[in-house]
């Protein structure tokens, strides 16, 4: 009798794809590491005893008023004033993570809705959209950051919305050539020979076929908040002290030239950033290569060796 062909969903596909990235399995563990340790901030806080703004006067600076360098009370060491920066950087990655996930989300909406509108209405509707996201790109953001904090002040709300407003025109230039291509496929003609309306085709034809750029995008657009986010903290236009900020832990280490006597303040703050950004574009990866429908997997790469080689 012939072997009995089992059925695999595209999802049991991809699945098995990224399961087989050791790479991508090795970020993905330290991305659920960092949200574990980031939603349980307040548990951290309260295992060692340790706020995010306490000053240990006497048991974190040294009798010449310097830092004291990690140890069993201080698993990563003080600041320059005393406090926890174990318990700092848990707070810390809370916030990155908010605003790089959140910011991200927004982007990517904002992004495919109207990349989505340009390419598949193309004419005058694109030609004012693709003018509008050349707009965006040729603000100077810095410039842009620096008018609205003199305005408004500096806050979360405002980091957040900075990030969004320069981040969409990326997903809207990728979604606009992807839907430029699938407008023109035989089952989006087939549709609008049905009679279905503009809505009906956008949202239901194309949009679901925009998934895997869509998902791939917006994961390597967090660490591109991250690092947003912490730059503008670290110019001092970001998250408000004494909140703890990763780019804003980075700066004052900086100005007061503590890191010159304390290495762990610019170590474990800037380390968070690399390992962070790192595994996202790893991931992104991952998922790149685990959503491709023509890859195959690494067995059947191994197998596709020309003659000859070992």
């Given at each position: 009798?012939?072997?009995?062909?089992?059925?695999?969903?595209?999802?049991?596909?991809?699945?098995?794809?990224?399961?087989?990235?050791?790479?991508?399995?090795?970020?993905?563990?330290?991305?659920?590491?960092?949200?574990?340790?980031?939603?349980?901030?307040?548990?951290?806080?309260?295992?060692?005893?340790?706020?995010?703004?306490?000053?240990?006067?006497?048991?974190?600076?040294?009798?010449?008023?310097?830092?004291?360098?990690?140890?069993?009370?201080?698993?990563?060491?003080?600041?320059?004033?005393?406090?926890?920066?174990?318990?700092?950087?848990?707070?810390?990655?809370?916030?990155s993570?908010?605003?790089?996930?959140?910011?991200?989300?927004?982007?990517?909406?904002?992004?495919?809705?109207?990349?989505?509108?340009?390419?598949?209405?193309?004419?005058?509707?694109d030609?004012?959209?693709?003018?509008?996201?050349?707009?965006?790109?040729?603000?100077?953001?810095?410039?842009?950051?620096?008018?609205?904090v003199?305005?408004?002040?500096?806050?979360?709300?405002?980091?957040?919305?900075?990030?969004?407003?320069?981040?969409?025109?990326?997903m809207?230039?990728?979604?606009?050539?992807?839907?430029?291509?699938?407008?023109?496929?035989?089952?989006?003609?087939?549709?609008?020979?049905?009679?279905?309306?503009?809505?009906?085709?956008?949202?239901?034809?194309?949009?679901?076929?925009?998934?895997?750029p869509?998902?791939?995008?917006?994961?390597?657009?967090?660490?591109?908040?991250?690092?947003?986010?912490?730059?503008?903290?670290?110019?001092?236009?970001?998250?408000?002290?004494?909140?703890?900020?990763?780019?804003?832990?980075?700066?004052?280490?900086?100005?007061?030239?503590?890191?010159?006597?304390?290495?762990?303040?610019?170590?474990?703050?800037?380390?968070?950033?690399?390992?962070?950004?790192?595994?996202?574009?790893?991931?992104?990866?991952?998922?790149?290569?685990?959503l491709?429908?023509?890859?195959?997997?690494?067995?059947?790469?191994?197998?596709?060796?020309?003659?000859?080689?070992?």
């Amino acid at each position: 009798m012939a072997p009995e062909i089992k059925q695999r969903s595209s999802f049991d596909l991809t699945m098995r794809r990224l399961l087989a990235d050791r790479a991508g399995l090795v970020s993905l563990t330290f991305i659920v590491i960092l949200v574990v340790m980031a939603i349980g901030a307040d548990g951290i806080a309260a295992l060692t005893g340790h706020s995010a703004i306490a000053q240990f006067r006497d048991t974190g600076l040294t009798p010449t008023g310097l830092p004291v360098p990690p140890s069993g009370e201080f698993l990563f060491g003080t600041d320059q004033i005393g406090r926890d920066l174990f318990v700092r950087l848990a707070y810390g990655a809370r916030i990155s993570l908010a605003i790089g996930m959140v910011a991200s989300l927004l982007a990517a909406a904002i992004g495919v809705t109207i990349g989505l509108v340009a390419g598949y209405f193309g004419g005058w509707v694109d030609a004012v959209l693709g003018r509008v996201m050349d707009l965006v790109m040729s603000i100077p953001v810095l410039l842009c950051m620096l008018s609205l904090v003199a305005v408004f002040g500096p806050s979360v709300s405002l980091s957040l919305s900075v990030i969004v407003f320069f981040s969409w025109t990326t997903m809207g230039r990728v979604i606009r050539g992807q839907v430029l291509s699938l407008k023109e496929r035989e089952f989006v003609l087939a549709s609008r020979s049905m009679g279905a309306g503009h809505f009906s085709i956008m949202f239901t034809d194309i949009l679901p076929n925009l998934g895997a750029p869509i998902i791939i995008y917006t994961t390597m657009m967090v660490p591109t908040s991250i690092i947003f986010e912490a730059t503008l903290s670290f110019l001092g236009l970001g998250i408000v002290p004494p909140a703890p900020s990763w780019g804003g832990m980075l700066a004052e280490a900086a100005n007061n030239s503590i890191y010159m006597f304390a290495w762990w303040l610019v170590l474990f703050p800037g380390l968070a950033l690399l390992l962070t950004t790192l595994s996202f574009n790893i991931l992104g990866d991952a998922l790149r290569d685990a959503l491709d429908p023509a890859n195959k997997g690494p067995k059947a790469a191994k197998a596709k060796k020309p003659a000859g080689v070992a």
